[in-house]
């Protein structure tokens, strides 16, 4: 394990514009991957990123606020479903809404690990960025969380709008592991040095028993545990994050370069789930969230990765943006 990279130097520079509140990544080259979790990480594999600029915490309540005020943006939660794009979706489903962790009462199966298990996923009636839990909620005081509820359509927006662009699975894992080349987690080795959370995840029994502060049983606010290596915040837990690349099980998945559309296409093509009815690309998620446990899904961890269907939003996927040099 090295810290062979350091952060750019911001020269106590204020910066303003689109690169306000982001780190300079200094590129490398760094093993990206794991061969002691899942087997999805594997193998670790030699790779190369370039510099670019990364938010220093995920897009939060109050900047996805900005760009809907500006912009009059209605997310995909937000939409009424087309019964023809959208074929084989159960007619509740193409109602307004999104999928809710809701905690099971008593025992729960794990046998489901690392899916959404129907005993504690819902598809809740005008769940949104705006009411993460549904009507009658909402963000004020939460201002400074991340935004949830937001699909690959939906982060994109943002970013084209904030003239930035999402990172690749190898940009977020390279910033996530801050320098620390091979460790575990993004800290070192040990999960919780000197018995210390250094990022938002469960806290106790996965999915019954949450020992966290009442408030801070989901979403934290961002910045609320320490930095990294790069001066980045929750890259690991809080949200699962949104990155521009699509799953492949291809020995390359993860690295970007200048395919041809073709292949592109492809890649598309190649994402989707074959074991389910209805074909729907899925781009990569990274870091985990506050429902990993270690009981459960230990995917918090920079390593980590997670194919999602590019029309699902959840109660716990948001994401950051970068601005490559």
């Not at 911001?10 to 982001?22: E, F, I, P, T």
């Not at 949104?128 to 690959?152: F, I, T």
């Not at 459960?296 to 029309?311: F, L, T, V």
Request: aromatic share 12%; proline share 9%.
């Amino acid at each position: 394990m090295t810290r062979s990279v350091k952060p750019g130097k911001q020269k106590g520079k204020s910066r303003s514009g689109k690169l306000a509140d982001m780190r300079l990544v200094r590129g490398g080259t760094f093993p990206m991957g794991s061969e002691n979790f899942y087997p999805e990480e594997a193998p670790v594999r030699t790779v190369t990123v370039g510099d670019y600029w990364m938010d220093e915490t995920p897009v939060t309540n109050a900047a996805c606020a900005r760009f809907i005020a500006v912009t009059g943006y209605v997310t995909f939660a937000e939409r009424f479903l087309s019964a023809h794009e959208f074929p084989g979706y159960p007619l509740d489903m193409l109602m307004p809404g999104s999928c809710v962790f809701q905690p099971p009462e008593g025992a729960a199966t794990l046998a489901f690990a690392g899916e959404m298990a129907p005993d504690w996923w819902r598809f809740v009636p005008d769940a949104n960025w705006r009411q993460p839990m549904g009507a009658g909620s909402g963000v004020e005081g939460r201002e400074d969380h991340p935004v949830v509820h937001v699909v690959a359509e939906d982060a994109d927006a943002y970013a084209r709008w904030a003239g930035k662009a999402l990172p690749t699975e190898a940009e977020w894992e390279y910033a996530a592991r801050g320098g620390l080349d091979g460790a575990a987690y993004a800290w070192g080795d040990e999960l919780e040095p000197g018995g210390q959370r250094l990022a938002q995840y469960w806290d106790g029994d996965f999915p019954a028993f949450n020992r966290a502060t009442p408030g801070l049983e989901r979403t934290a606010p961002v910045r609320n545990y320490p930095n990294n290596g790069f001066g980045l915040y929750d890259l690991i837990g809080n949200v699962w994050e949104w990155t521009s690349d699509w799953n492949s099980d291809a020995p390359d998945r993860g690295i970007s370069c200048c395919g041809s559309p073709d292949r592109e296409s492809r890649k598309i093509e190649e994402s989707a789930d074959p074991a389910t009815p209805i074909s729907i690309p899925r781009r990569v998620l990274k870091g985990g969230s506050h429902l990993c446990a270690p009981n459960y899904c230990q995917r918090y961890r920079p390593a980590a990765r997670w194919p999602q269907a590019i029309d699902s939003s959840t109660s716990h996927i948001g994401f950051r943006c970068i601005v490559r040099q």
